[in-house]
């Protein structure tokens, strides 16, 4: 759990598990206000790898013109944690 904000009268927790076989991070933010009851407000990530992803975009008709790992021109790796991937028609 960690403070996604807070404020005077209010917080926000957010919470969440990682599901690596599932590809998929699930989650709850918490919010707790001052004189209100409890809000909970789940959210769900699924996520795909590169190759995956490279996947689709052939089934949609596009292929991959360019891959880096980050918004700049850093090099994408296989040890790179994110990636810019950028498509274009066939």
Known sequence: ???WSISTDSVVLNGGRHDEAEQRIVGQFVELTNG???R?????????????????AAE???HL?????DGGSEAFTPESRRHVSVYCPA
């Open 1 to 3: 759990m960690t403070v």
């Open 36 to 38: 209100c009851p409890v």
């Open 40 to 56: 909970l407000r789940p959210w769900v990530v699924r996520y795909l790898l590169p190759r995956e992803l490279d996947a689709v």
């Open 60 to 62: 949609a008709g596009l």
């Open 65 to 69: 013109l360019e891959r880096h790992a």
